[in-house]
Nanobody, 122 residues
Framework: QVQLVESGGGLVQPGGSLRLSCAAS????????MGWYRQAPGKQRELVAD???????NYAASVKGRFTISRDNAKNTVYLQMNSLKPEDTAVYYC????????????????WGQGTQVTVSS
């Protein structure tokens, strides 16, 4: 199996910064797309940012220029650097990996982290 463990959430004042991490372990041959999603109370889960195995990135319009996604393939880890945080960034943040488990298969399986709370408030 594959496990994703997130860290780095917390309470921060508006304008502050946080860095989220998500590390995968288990039966992994390669990780294709890595992404961060968030879900605020009463709202649907939405994509925040994702990054391909080649390093191409994609951001939601609401976070572009403030958040930066990066990955360390040697550590099976994705990061989300969040700067200039706003109260509307408050949500539970989830990482999602698309995993190929063996070299003999091209199937990709989605795995989610457990979620980490980010609260932006004064």
């Amino acid at each position: 199996q594959v496990q994703l463990v997130e860290s780095g959430g917390g309470l921060v004042q508006p304008g502050g910064s946080l860095r989220l991490s998500c590390a995968a372990s288990g039966s992994i041959f390669s990780i294709n797309n890595m992404g961060w999603y968030r879900q605020a109370p009463g709202k649907q889960r939405e994509l925040v940012a994702d990054i391909t195995s080649g390093g191409s990135t994609n951001y939601a319009a609401s976070v572009k220029g403030r958040f930066t996604i990066s990955r360390d393939n040697a550590k099976n880890t994705v990061y989300l650097q969040m700067n200039s945080l706003k109260p509307e960034d408050t949500a539970v943040y989830y990482c999602k990996f698309m995993v190929t488990k063996t070299r003999w298969s091209t199937n990709r399986y989605p795995y989610w982290g457990q979620g980490t709370q980010v609260t932006v408030s004064s």
